[in-house]
């Protein structure tokens, strides 16, 4: 079965911190060889790309979270992890893992159905 599925996702004061987690399986695990990364979609607003990591370990950040968060894969397993810390209350949305051959078109991937965070002031 192709699946992509997050956890970790959960309610946290301001200034707290969070991980998630993302697993892939079928061809969604073949095609997270070359790029996973996280989108966030706000209440009412469109899903916007937080972070991406490529085969080459290169990472991307969204210049919101730029110095407070950090996505990382373990090579071993292939789990994708996004480390958040000092979260915001503009930080609260649903986090959707994705997994695709490129970090340019990241949209197009294999999608999880996403984790929820919610910061709390």
């Known amino acids: 079965e192709d699946q992509v599925m997050e956890s970790g996702g959960g309610s946290v004061q301001a200034g707290g911190s969070l991980t998630l987690s993302c697993v892939a399986s079928?061809?969604?695990?073949?095609?997270?060889?070359?790029?996973m990364g996280w989108y966030s979609q706000a209440p009412g607003k469109g899903r916007e790309r937080v972070a991406a990591i490529n085969s080459h370990g290169s990472t991307m950040y969204g210049d919101s979270v730029k110095g407070r968060f950090t996505i990382s894969k373990d090579k071993a397993n292939g789990t994708l992890y996004l480390q958040m810390n000092s979260l915001k209350p503009e930080d609260t949305g649903m986090y959707y893992c994705?997994?695709?051959?490129?970090?340019?078109?990241?949209?197009?991937?294999?999608w999880g159905q996403g984790t929820q965070v919610a910061v709390t002031s």
């Open positions: 079928g061809s969604a695990h073949s095609t997270s060889t070359y790029c």
């Open positions: 994705v997994a695709g051959p490129y970090c340019d078109d990241l949209r197009r991937g294999y």
